[in-house]
């Protein structure tokens, strides 16, 4: 290939300034257009939807109602409940896969035989589509067709084999299950990739100077470890909270809105409702909280990480 | 360490990975073990680990006299055509991001960051009556565009960080020696990075194969119904026939099983390079 280049001749003169300094456009533009179109003029519109009378299947409604949306929010019981419930959801979920993807890193950190099988075969999960997993979980949780209710009766956590899906005070722990199960690996993945990025000398000279294996883990694994923590432990919250697939699954917010979190409150009241002024609204407010959760966390990195200087 | 404390260590960390297999593969087995019970068996014997015996009926069942043909059809058209148009934008955008510097770069890095960061439902509501304006809603066409402008974010900074691997040194030769750039990037660039490019298509297409929600909300109609939508209205309407729902399930998990084996070396990459797959 290089040859048949070559063939062309000897160096010509060099192209128009004029095309170089567009090229880089030309080949970013097809994507801006598209991320312009259907990511940004929408999000646009949503932000503006959320101060309008939105209603899909009435053509006279489209003005401007000013706060209204915020107002009736501040009365809406549903909301509140889903409010508490996306705090519940996101820690309890966050927590539970952060703990545990960070064991599973620790243990296939250091080689050994069959590491790569095992490694797969834990990571599966990762591959599971999200609705998928929230039937898989819905099913174990049947006492019909699930092991999970007979196995909690005979360890006597349950009187009888009932489903905790459709228990108003248990039903929020079949979707953080279910999130754990495929979690674990995006964790584990990103900590993993930490973990080997630490020079092994750094072990080996502190073992040397008598240093146990819990002062290493502390004084080397836990500051090298900080930096990716902080940032996914941030993505995950925020992909979390947002996540609505297994929720829409196995309870649809049920029973009785005990398992809604704002994101799939938002999807019943604009497919459901059709209200979609409310449900941009909802939104507006979920994404602030986003927003604010964000620079807060950034803003303790930088705190910390001046401390440490 | 003394060899009996070391060999107490290796025995814990075996029991803990143990536990780690059996919590990550027992509900995939769960899904193949109803799949293959008889219906009969499936009430009489309860949480057996296997049935007393064994039957396919419930794969030809679903195969010959349900619409998940047509499903799996479907997802397979807004799956593979998301993927292929994402790639091809992405190489693009991705190659632009790692060779040039240019005006505006770090207003596009700050643009994509965006687009991963807030709630997509947001999008909800003006996404389904854009596409409703211009007819295309319940059109897999429609779902591909709404996918892949969702998707090219996440596969440029993807399709970055595998050009940077690549030296700069190859295509300036063959730029020196008269080609354009852009005869560069195809001849000598891309030929290269096709592991990546494969691995891009991968994530693209399990994303894709995955998404539920705008495809809840975008598509009504059965015969363009992608899987999960498939899946879910099935599911609702008949819960009564376990083994069918799973034979289901189970087949829906074969592609982005394929595309898991395909894209696990670079499991680490893309996520540090992107971060937000879930």
């Known amino acids: 290939m290089t040859a048949s280049l070559l063939a062309h001749g000897g160096p010509r003169k060099p192209p128009l ?3 170089q300094r567009v090229e880089p456009y030309l080949y970013t533009a097809p994507s801006l257009v598209l991320i312009v179109a259907l990511i940004l003029v929408p999000l646009a519109l949503g932000v503006s939807y959320a101060f309008q ?45 952060f703990l545990l993807g960070l064991v599973l890193a620790l243990l296939l950190d250091k080689p050994f035989r069959g590491r790569g099988l095992v490694q797969a075969l834990v990571f599966l999960p990762w591959a599971v589509p999200s609705f998928l997993v929230g039937l898989n979980w819905a099913w174990l949780f049947n006492p019909v067709v699930g092991p999970i209710p ?91 909270a947002n996540f609505a697939d297994l929720i829409v699954v196995m309870t649809n917010g049920g029973p009785a809105d005990h398992t809604q979190i704002l994101s799939s409150y938002i999807f019943t009241v604009a497919f459901k409702q059709l209200d979609f002024g409310y449900a941009s609204a909802v939104a507006l407010v979920l994404l602030a909280l986003l927003s604010l959760y964000t620079l807060s966390i950034l803003m303790l990195r930088r705190l910390v990480l001046k401390d440490h200087r | 360490m003394t060899a009996s404390a070391r060999r107490l260590k290796g025995g814990l960390r075996a029991a803990a990975l143990s536990l780690y297999l059996a919590f990550a593969l027992f509900p995939l087995f769960w899904l193949l073990k109803v799949s293959v019970t008889p219906n009969i068996l499936l009430y009489s014997e309860g949480i057996r680990m296997w049935p007393s015996r064994m039957t396919l009926d419930h794969y030809a069942y679903v195969l010959t006299h349900s619409q998940f043909p047509v ?41 994509m960051l965006i687009t991963q960061m807030f709630p997509l439902a947001m999008l909800v509501a003006p996404i ?23 998707n090219v974010p996440f596969a440029t900074f993807l399709m970055q960080s595998f050009f940077d691997g690549i030296p700069k040194d190859l295509e300036e030769a063959a730029m ?26 991968g994530f693209v297409f399990t994303a894709a194969w995955s998404e539920l929600l705008f495809a809840l909300m975008l598509i009504s109609d059965n015969q363009v119904s992608t899987f999960p939508v498939g899946l879910l209205t099935f599911v609702s309407k008949f819960s009564v026939d376990f083994g069918q729902m799973m034979a289901a399930a189970v087949m829906a998990l074969v592609p982005a099983g394929f595309f898991f084996l395909l894209i696990q070396r670079y499991l680490v990459q893309g996520l540090t390079a992107g971060a937000v797959k879930g």
Do not use: E
């Not at chain 1, 003005?63 to 508490?84: E, N, P, T």
């Not at chain 1, 489903?163 to 299950?177: F, H, Q, V």
């Not at chain 2, 080609?179 to 891009?200: E, K, M, N, Q, W």
């Open chain 1, 150 to 240: 007979g196995w909690l009766t005979a360890l006597g956590l349950m009187s009888a084999p009932t489903n905790i899906l459709s228990d108003p005070a248990l039903a929020m722990w079949g979707p953080i299950a279910a999130n754990v199960w495929g979690g674990i690996p995006f964790f584990a993945i990103t900590l993993l990739a930490a973990l080997q990025s630490i020079p092994r000398d750094l072990y080996d000279a502190a073992a040397i100077d008598g240093a146990s294996a819990l002062q290493r883990f502390w004084s080397i694994t836990v500051p090298f470890l900080a930096p990716t923590v902080v940032t996914t432990v941030l993505l995950r919250t925020i992909w979390i």
């Open chain 1, 53 to 97: 009378d939105v209603q899909l299947l009435d053509p006279l409604s489209g003005g401007y109602v000013g706060l209204d949306h915020f107002r009736d929010m501040a009365g809406d019981k549903a909301f509140r409940g889903a409010l508490a419930n996306t705090l519940w959801w996101t820690a309890a979920s966050v927590v539970l896969q």
């Open chain 2, 71 to 111: 499903f799996f059809r479907n997802s397979s058209i807004v799956a593979g055509g998301t993927a292929v148009c994402v790639t091809l934008l992405a190489a693009l955008a991705g190659y632009a991001m790692s060779r040039f510097r240019f005006r505006g770069k770090a207003v596009i890095v700050v643009l």
């Open chain 2, 176 to 201: 020196i020696d008269g080609a354009t750039r852009f005869v560069a990037f195809r001849h000598i660039v891309l030929p290269l990075t096709l592991p990546g490019i494969a691995a891009t298509l």
């Open chain 2, 128 to 150: 389904f009556r854009m596409m409703a304006s211009v007819g295309l809603t319940n059109n897999l066409l429609g779902l591909v565009v709404v996918y892949t402008a969702f």
């Open chain 1, 17 to 19: 300034r004029l095309f």
